[in-house]
């Protein structure tokens, strides 16, 4: 028996150069290695503005403070989402508004969306799920005359996806991206925001550092003190050039990487199709970054099948229990299990299963092969 872990990344002893260099810089937080990342970033997505921060939380929350999103407003979110993209509306003291999830994709349809919005709404978030973007053109579509609401995409799982050619922040107001440990890009801790919006970047210029004037972040570059201001509330969201010095290797080849991702991700769509077990559809026109591979058995059966596949030494997660059913929303809101259906019954099936671009056959074999033992004796018990 092969013990297969959830994710092992790809970064090896060749970055500790990258680190040296920073350690060798006078202030170890965020400086001119950030700024190459940025410039990196407005490159790879052909946009003109790109922000390094310290998660995509807090890039979330500088990007709604910019927005002036706050109390008595609105924020449209999937329900089959991570906590964090509801989370940061209430941060900010907003109140998020769950919609129910396409059956067939997991992701949040532009006619659903809809149905949600009212006078209050300032903005949503689309979440391109598992690594399949949200059709973000015809969610713009659908928001119609409301130019008021604002879309930023949680693109946790799709730096490098598209649909029909338009990349990450192609639509909408502002895109965010998760550095986390596990993420296709990573540096422990991180994230990113690009825009095309000049207003809204010189906005989040601030709320990702106190609110502190622009140009801050270099108060220290010339060796004069100059006075600042705070214009604006804001968070600390920086993202230091120690953690930024890992990522201009991973983004310059991480189209190298999605290859493998897909061979492994087709591999298990063919293993699985014959056996009770679903998986989200992929639209046509899109690149999937195949972030993650979840599946979903019969809600009866998941959580034996976790605990069977950990106790083979199998890493899993499940990517998501339904938001709106967690207790904080629960009891805050009121939800219970007959809200967003579909999200609450996918949530209630779903197992995320190991992959990643080191992942080997036979490590994918071991995966497979207990799935199927585990369908087997969960369909025929002994
Ligand atoms: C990981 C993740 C986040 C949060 O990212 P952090 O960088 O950990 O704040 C948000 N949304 C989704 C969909 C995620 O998977």
Redesign the pocket.
């Known amino acids: 028996m092969t013990a297969v872990p959830f994710y092992r990344h790809g970064l090896d002893e060749s970055y500790a150069e990258n680190v040296a260099n920073v350690l060798r810089s006078p202030f170890l937080t965020s400086g001119t290695v950030g700024k190459a990342v940025e410039a990196q970033l407005c490159s790879f997505f052909d946009v003109p503005h790109a922000a390094l921060v310290?998660?995509?939380?807090?890039?979330?929350v500088a990007v709604l403070l910019a927005l002036g999103i706050g109390r008595g407003d609105e924020v449209i979110v999937p329900a089959m989402?991570?906590a964090?993209?509801a989370n940061v509306a209430e941060l900010v003291g907003a109140k998020p508004v769950f919609v129910d999830v396409d059956p067939a994709t997991l992701l949040l349809e532009p006619t659903a969306v809809r149905t949600a919005i009212t006078k209050n709404t300032r903005a949503v978030i689309p979440?391109?799920?598992y690594g399949q973007m949200c059709d973000v053109r015809a969610l713009r579509e659908a928001l119609g005359k409301r130019s008021d609401i604002a879309i930023v995409e949680?693109c946790?799982?799709a730096f490098e996806a598209s649909f029909k050619g338009d990349m990450p922040g192609a639509h909408s107001d502002a895109a965010?991206?998760?550095?986390?440990a596990?993420?296709n890009v990573t540096c422990g801790?991180?994230?990113a925001i690009i825009t095309r919006d000049a207003k809204l970047f010189e906005a989040v210029g601030q709320s990702r550092l106190h609110g502190m004037s622009a140009g801050a972040i270099d108060r220290f570059a010339k060796s004069v003190y100059r006075h600042w201001d705070m214009l604006r509330l804001g968070t600390k969201a920086n993202l230091p050039d120690i953690l930024a010095c890992l990522l201009p290797p991973q983004i310059a080849t991480i189209r190298d990487r999605l290859p493998r991702r897909a061979v492994l991700a087709r591999n298990y769509e063919g293993a699985f199709a014959a056996l009770p077990i679903r998986m989200a559809e992929t639209i046509p026109g899109t690149v999937h970054a195949r972030?993650i591979f979840p599946i979903h058995v019969p809600p009866r059966m998941r959580d034996g099948m976790l605990a069977a596949l950990n106790r083979r030494g199998i890493g899993t997660t499940v990517?998501?229990r339904s938001v709106p059913t967690l207790t904080y929303y629960r009891r805050k809101y009121g939800y219970g299990a007959g809200d967003f259906p579909v999200s609450y019954e996918w949530g209630e099936g779903t197992i995320t299963l190991p992959l990643f671009p080191s992942m080997t056959e036979y490590e994918q074999t071991c995966v497979i092969e207990a799935v199927r033992e585990c369908i087997a004796a969960s369909v025929c018990p002994a």
Do not use: C, M
């Open positions: 310290n998660s995509w939380t807090n890039g979330a989402t991570f964090a993209t979440v391109h799920l949680d946790a799982h965010i991206f998760s550095f986390y596990t993420k801790e991180g994230g972030h990517n998501y």
